[in-house]
């Protein structure tokens, strides 16, 4: 053990610059150099949000990086970054890196350095004495959508094959669970249709629960480059930087969502305004949609919704006389009672009207951390490698012969999900569990409560960057990990661009890898064997390829890290027969010359959408429309606590927690330094709260302070706070989609009243 660790230790001081540093001409001006040599700078893809931009880092004459700028010529971003982009370095020099393993002494209560060696047979010995008293099922994990794919695919591999765990789930729970199972159940896979360029491509787009401005700031970027002088709808219940940016702004009620999309869908259908053959050759189901939507006329829908019928008429009229109409949504959506739905009543509304497969079309989620796309594929949590079922034996057989393990350690079945987990940890079901790159004590919803069910838990492992976050605080066992920038993988983007990212920096003290530290955990547990073939990130990328072959996420023609460095990144699919176009498109964008802001617009881009042919994924080829009366929200303001809590993102400097963002003097500059929450100008007068005056917002589950910011975003009875201040989920209500299980985390009741102390 003490060897193997000493060798992982010297490994990471060998060249930190491998087989990605390439020749400044390979990126993009024009001639491209036959061997790849090294010469200072890196390609690597930023390690925040989904949009995935390409960075370039430069490296100082000692190998360590300097500084990163925007890859110019990278089809995502095109030379523009945002704060977080251009501050990616600093959180790994923070000075509250967690450097040693730390475990809590339990005479101090406090946590105290330890070797690795000893923190690992800590890890196990307490692991396995869990399961040798409660069952195999007794430990658990929670992940993220924040590590390269061939970390997140050896940790759920680790837990399910080798460790004989069950239950798992990670944040992407609380973000894409919803988009997930939308797509499943009605493309029959998890895939989003598009790419980039339909931002640029869409005569009509809709940006419903979506404050991309804030959220995603590149993409932001790539609809104002749109020539088509577009029609841009933002549906959210604030006036957004997004909404003001916006040709219109419609205020929906919160929760309203399902009333005015099924609304619209009504009065399509009463104009005769939707694509009859695209529907006959391509879609299942719509029979029954009319059938149903006939109850849903504008006025119905107008009061539950809180849109007029004449705007939802108006809509409706916008759609129909759209050249190129999309649909993109995020956690308006996606975080709600009943959001499944809502993101197929998207879904529904761009298959019955022909607005898929097309340029500037699509019903698109936009996915929120930089690796949730492969969290929702390779995590092996809710479903099984490459979006194949547990349940399913052919399914089992395969990644048994695929992966060379006996298929009996493929568990049959599904795991629970994040809140079941949870539910488990009070029930005494659940007795240790492990919390990878995500910081559940805070971010997690109506946590007040996760604090206290820490007392009852045997034992809490926590692995990430710093010893400080709100969960590390409360860890038995701390592991000291490795950030974006100190490793390599890959990541997949919003529009399932496969990418690379760098090892351009050492990490500190003794942390290392998540994928080190889960190869220690392998051979520890006795389980090296097992997996002999995990050896290194490319390694596993070599059996993620051959996972995905066959598969609608095939990318089995992607040849190697250095291919995917090369390009720009590759979307899926990309199977072997399709390499060969894709390289020369690639070529061909880069042999024309023109300015770099125009390189990912040029026709032959190599970029691609899904559905060009009309047939979706599902049996028989078609697209499926659901549909379910709209339920009312499981906690509506009354009169103890009048106002709607909305909660989200309050700026483009900020990442959740704060954990990584906090950590640059630069960011910090650009952002709240304490919580506030956002309330009408009437309200405030009405209560006396003035601008900057501490107030108390309390729900039935908790009560904090913040400072008031009396605005005319918000409107009269609602209320906005961000998600970044630790305090804001001791609001929150914990309800759930019932078929994503996702929470809904912009919709409780509240109370504000002026502090008193
Ligand atoms: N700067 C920054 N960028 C980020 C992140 C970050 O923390 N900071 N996080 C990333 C991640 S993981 C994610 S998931 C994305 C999230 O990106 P977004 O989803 O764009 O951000 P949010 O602010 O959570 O929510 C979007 C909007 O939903 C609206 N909304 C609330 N309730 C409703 C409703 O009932 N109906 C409708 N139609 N709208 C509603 C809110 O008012 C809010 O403006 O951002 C990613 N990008
Ligand atoms: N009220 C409210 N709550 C919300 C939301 C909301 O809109 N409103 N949004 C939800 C959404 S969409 C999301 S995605 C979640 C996000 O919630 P979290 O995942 O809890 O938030 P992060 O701050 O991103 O936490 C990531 C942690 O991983 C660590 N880390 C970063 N990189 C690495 C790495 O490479 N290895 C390891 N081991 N650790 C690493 C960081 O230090 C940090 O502690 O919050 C959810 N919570
Ligand atoms: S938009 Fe997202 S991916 Fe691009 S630089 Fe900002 S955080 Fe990074
Ligand atoms: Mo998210």
């Not at 190869?519 to 547990?525: E, F, P, T």
């Amino acid at each position: 053990m003490t060897i193997v660790v000493e060798n992982l230790l010297r490994a990471r001081s060998g060249p930190m610059t491998s087989e990605l540093v390439l020749h400044p001409a390979q990126f993009g001006l024009g001639r491209v150099p036959a061997r790849v040599r090294p010469l200072g700078t890196v390609r690597s893809t930023c390690g925040f949000c989904a949009t995935g931009c390409g960075l370039k880092v430069h490296l100082g004459a000692d190998g360590a990086a300097i500084n990163v700028s925007p890859d110019t010529d990278y089809p995502v971003n095109l030379g523009m970054a945002c704060p977080k982009g251009w501050e990616a370095l600093t959180p790994l020099r923070a000075r509250d890196r967690a450097t040693m393993p730390l475990v809590r002494d339990p005479s101090a209560d406090r946590l105290v350095p330890t070797s690795w060696p000893t923190a690992i047979a800590t890890f196990v010995s307490r692991m396995k004495a869990i399961q040798a008293r409660h069952g195999n099922e007794a430990i658990a994990f929670l992940s993220t959508g924040q590590i390269p794919t061939e970390e997140m695919a050896f940790l759920g591999a680790l837990f399910k094959f080798g460790m004989g765990g069950l239950h798992c789930d990670s944040n992407t729970r609380q973000c894409m669970a919803t988009a997930h199972v939308a797509y499943k159940q009605s493309f029959g896979f998890d895939a989003p249709p598009y790419t980039y360029r339909d931002f640029e491509e869409s005569d009509v787009m809709f940006f419903v629960g979506a404050n991309p401005a804030i959220a995603h700031p590149i993409l932001w970027q790539r609809v104002m480059r749109n020539p088509h002088r577009p029609e841009i709808v933002v549906i959210d219940p604030r006036r957004t930087e997004t909404a003001m940016a916006a040709t219109r702004h419609v205020a929906i009620a919160p929760k309203g969502d399902l009333w005015l999309f099924y609304g619209i869908a009504h009065e399509l259908i009463a104009h005769g305004a939707v694509d009859e053959r695209f529907i006959a050759s391509h879609t299942s189901g719509y029979a029954e949609l009319e059938t149903f939507l006939a109850d849903y006329s504008p006025e119905v829908c107008a009061e539950p919704s809180g849109v007029p019928a004449s705007t939802i008429r108006e809509l409706a009229t916008l759609i129909e006389r759209g050249r190129a109409v999309s649909f993109w949504w995020t956690m308006g959506v996606n975080q709600g009672h009943e959001s499944t739905r809502v993101a197929q009543s998207l879904i529904n509304l761009a298959l019955m009207t022909g607005n898929i497969g097309r340029p500037g079309t699509g019903a698109n989620s936009i996915t929120g951390q930089c690796n949730a796309m492969g969290s929702r594929l390779f995590a092996n949590v809710t479903s099984l490698f490459g979006g194949r079922a547990f349940d399913k034996q052919a399914d089992r057989e395969e990644v048994a012969s695929i992966l060379e393990v006996p298929e009996q350690v493929i568990p049959s079945r599904a795991s629970w999900a994040y809140d079941q987990i949870i539910d488990g940890i009070e029930s005494g079901a659940i007795r240790g569990l492990w919390v990878i790159a995500t910081n559940p004590a805070h971010s997690w919803i109506n946590h007040g409560r996760f604090r206290a069910l820490r007392e009852k838990l045997e034992v809490l492992v926590v692995q990430d960057m710093y010893a400080t976050s709100e969960t590390a605080r409360t860890a038995d066992l701390v592991l000291p990990a490795a950030g974006w920038g100190e490793k390599t993988g890959t990541f997949i983007n919003s529009e399932r661009r496969i990418s690379v990212i760098s090892k351009v920096a050492r990490a500190p003290g003794e942390a290392l890898s998540d994928f080190a530290i889960f190869r220690l955990i392998a051979d520890a547990w006795g389980r090296g064997e097992l997996f002999r073939r995990w050896s290194s990130p490319e390694a596993v990328f070599g059996l993620l390829k051959e996972l995905s072959r066959g598969r609608p996420c095939d990318f089995s023609g992607v040849e190697s890290y250095e291919h995917l460095a090369r390009l720009g990144g590759i979307q899926w699919p990309c199977r072997g027969e399709d390499a060969e176009a894709i390289d020369a498109a690639h070529h061909e964008r880069l042999r024309r010359p023109s300015s770099p802001l125009e390189g990912a617009s040029r026709e032959n881009s190599g970029e691609r959408r899904l559905f060009a042919d009309g047939r979706f994924f599902t049996s028989d080829g078609r697209a499926r429309f659901h549909f379910s009366p709209p339920q009312p929200p499981p906690e509506r303001p009354d009169e103890a606590f009048p106002f709607w809590l909305n909660t989200g993102r309050g700026s483009s400097a900020q990442w959740h927690t704060g954990s990584r963002t906090n950590k640059s003097d630069v960011l910090r500059k650009l952002a709240p330094t304490q919580l506030y929450v956002e309330i009408a100008v009437e309200d405030a007068g009405r209560l006396a709260i003035e601008s900057g005056e501490r107030v108390a917002v309390s729900s039935r589950r908790g009560r904090v302070e913040a400072e008031a910011l009396v605005t005319s975003t918000v409107r009269p009875g609602q209320v906005f706070m961000p998600m970044h201040f630790d305090g804001v989920n001791t609001l929150t209500l914990p309800a759930f989609d019932p078929h994503s299980r996702q929470p809904s985390y912009k919709a409780a009741a509240v109370r504000v009243q002026k502090f008193e102390r």
